[in-house]
Structures are given as structure tokens and as C-alpha cells.
């Protein structure tokens, strides 16, 4: 038995994979920085992007058998692409660039801490349940448990979504658009734009 994930991720990613390539090569660098565009550039960002689309689950007659002994195995197909992109930038724009890599960085850490959070504290409330199935329990356990699993939930979502949202504002603006989900940045690269043959 095999199950696909969203088509249309992998359309979006396919689009954005090929519209990339061919807005930002080498030959399309100009000779303004596109971080600070009244500066000049004196170098070349080289941005290496990685994908990887959960091309479906596997579950095979082998499984449904180790399901009977109490295994359960699941096989996670996928596949990953990289592609690179090339921006003009000035000394400038990449001084700038890396304080808002660093601040933008240290919101994302705090935000899926406050996940990490959440998580912990869904897990109190799961012992917290226990103590409710005793006889001796009241209605403000009641009320203290449900409260645990609301605020677990809400953290869970806010640190997820915050994360989400600081690791793009990390991004250079001209290619927040390439860097969503499941597009990651995997690293830069500076190169001296006399490489550039569109520039001379």
C-alpha cells in the first residue's frame, strides 16, 4: 500500500526549482547589490537551496505482519533536489545580511523553544490525567488539566508558526519567495564578481 503526498507541494516546489534557475544564473547578475540597490555590488552571493518532498508511504504485507507482533515499520519514500542561485551584493548588504541572519536566527531558537515547551508541558497533563481517573480527584483538577493540554496546544502552535515565520525573515528579501517550505537554504557562498560573465 503506498500513500502520495500533495501534488500540489510538489508542483509548487517543481515551478519554483525552475523559475529560480532561470532568474538568478550567473549570467543575471547585475551591478547593483540587490540587498541595497543604490550600492554597488562588489561580489557575488552564490545560495545553494535544498528540497526534499515526502514522495509517499510504504506499507507492505511484510509490516501488517510485524503489526501482529506489536512492531509497527513504515517506510518514508522522498526525494531531494538542489539548485543554486546567484545575486549581486555589496559589502554593505552583507554586513547587513548577517546581523539579520543572527537576530532573525535567535527569534527562531526562542520560538521552537516555545514549542519545546509546549511539548513538555502536554506531557504534564497527560500525568495530570492519570490523577484524574482516581476517586479522589476535584473539579479544579479537572480545571488545571484541561488547562494544561489548551496552553500545550497553544504553545505547540506559536513556536511552530513563529519558527516558520523567523526562518524567513533570515532570508534575503529578493528570494524569500524561493525559501518557503520545504525549500531550505543550505548555505552561501561569496565569489568575486569578476565571475559574473554579465558583468564587466
Known amino acids: 500500500m503506498s500513500l502520495s503526498f500533495s501534488k500540489k507541494t510538489a508542483e509548487r516546489v517543481t515551478a519554483t526549482v525552475a523559475t529560480a534557475r532561470q532568474s538568478f544564473t550567473m549570467e543575471s547578475v547585475g551591478r547593483h547589490c540587490v540587498l541595497l540597490p543604490d550600492r554597488v555590488a562588489d561580489r557575488i552571493l552564490k545560495i545553494t537551496w535544498r528540497a526534499v ?13 510485524l503489526l501482529l507482533f506489536g512492531i509497527l515499520r513504515v517506510s518514508v519514500r522522498s526525494k531531494a533536489t538542489e ?9 554593505a548588504g552583507m554586513s547587513r545580511l548577517r546581523w539579520r541572519r543572527f537576530l532573525f536566527g535567535f527569534g527562531g531558537f526562542f520560538a ?3 514549542a519545546l515547551i509546549g511539548v513538555v508541558v502536554f506531557l504534564v ?6 490523577f484524574l481517573l482516581s476517586a479522589s480527584a476535584s473539579p479544579n483538577d479537572r480545571v488545571t488539566t484541561a488547562t494544561l493540554f489548551v496552553t500545550s496546544v497553544i504553545f505547540v502552535l506559536l513556536g511552530i508558526y513563529g519558527g ?6 533570515r532570508l534575503p528579501v529578493p528570494v524569500r519567495a524561493i525559501g518557503r517550505w520545504p525549500i ?6 561569496r565569489l568575486p564578481l569578476a565571475h559574473s560573465p554579465g558583468v564587466s
Not at 53 to 65: A, E, I, P
Not at 164 to 169: A, I
Open 53 to 65: 518532498l515526502m514522495d509517499g508511504v510504504t506499507f507492505g504485507l511484510f509490516d501488517v505482519v
Open 184 to 189: 531550505k537554504l543550505q548555505r552561501m557562498q
Open 125 to 130: 497533563g497527560c500525568v495530570s490525567a492519570l
Open 164 to 169: 516558520n515565520r523567523f526562518e524567513s525573515w
Open 112 to 114: 521552537y523553544l516555545l
Open 83 to 91: 539548485f543554486t542561485t546567484f545575486h549581486a551584493v555589496s559589502r
